[in-house]
Antibody
Framework: EVQLVESGGGLVQPGGSLTLSCAVS????????MTWVRQAPGKGLEWVAN????????YYMDSVKGRFTISRDNAKNSLSLHMNSLRADDTAVYYC???????????WGQGTLVTVSS | EVVLTQSPATLSLSPGERATLSCRAS??????LAWYQQRPGQAPRLLIY???VRVIDVPTRFSGSGSGTDFTLTISSLEPEDFAIYYC??????????FGPGTRVDLK
């Protein structure tokens, strides 16, 4: 059974940092592109970042470039999102997802809530 | 950036009725369009990809069509569990991958 389990969300002050993790099982993690997608409260879905199979290629939405870093540890079947300089508009549920074909997201975690507030 | 527009914003229907949801792209995305369902409090679920390919274990009442800039998700006969929000998403031009704003299908 495929499972993606996010963790690391919480309340953080504006300007602060947070690292999200996604533990993966049930498929060959090292063969899959992976993605973070977020959803602000009551809003739609927004793609955040992608990483290729070996971590050598990373892509970001414009508003997080230079602040967020996506990474992976294939030995630990783990995906991460390190977030710096957090802003109120980064408040959202963050989902990790597998790319079935590049840019189509077939398995999703349950999400972890990040709240940026003073 | 490819902008996706979905219509209507809300569709109020009864169980057993047919639902027709539209997604329009600001430029051609060929057939690189997916549909997701999101029930309250749950993660999105992939239903259809590449415009018309239904994911295994998705009921056959869900079908997708279209290419270029105009796409449709059809639910042939609504079941109670189908009342949810549906998002389209393109992967033709990225980054960024973009989603539409969603269509809410609710109970009339």
């Amino acid at each position: 059974e495929v499972q993606l389990v996010e963790s690391g969300g919480g309340l953080v002050q504006p300007g602060g940092s947070l690292t999200l993790s996604c533990a993966v099982s049930g498929f060959t993690f090292s063969s899959a592109w992976m993605t973070w997608v977020r959803q602000a409260p009551g809003k739609g879905l927004e793609w955040v970042a992608n990483i290729n199979e070996d971590g050598s290629a990373k892509y970001y939405m414009d508003s997080v470039k230079g602040r967020f870093t996506i990474s992976r540890d294939n030995a630990k079947n783990s995906l991460s999102l390190h977030m710096n300089s957090l802003r109120a508009d980064d408040t959202a549920v963050y989902y990790c997802a597998r790319n079935y074909v590049r840019g189509t997201f077939d398995y999703w975690g349950q999400g972890t809530l990040v709240t940026v507030s003073s | 950036e490819v902008v996706l527009t979905q219509s209507p914003a809300t569709l109020s229907l009864s169980p057993g009725e047919r639902a027709t949801l539209s997604c329009r792209a600001s430029q051609t995305v060929d057939s690189y369009l997916a549909w997701y369902q999101q029930r309250p409090g749950q993660a999105p679920r992939l239903l259809i990809y590449d415009a018309s390919v239904r994911v295994i274990d998705v009921p056959t009442r869900f079908s997708g069509s279209g290419s270029g800039t105009d796409f449709t998700l059809t639910i042939s006969s609504l079941e109670p569990e189908d009342f949810a929000i549906y998002y389209c998403q393109q992967r033709r031009y990225w980054p960024p991958f973009t989603f539409g704003p969603g269509t809410r299908v609710d109970l009339k």
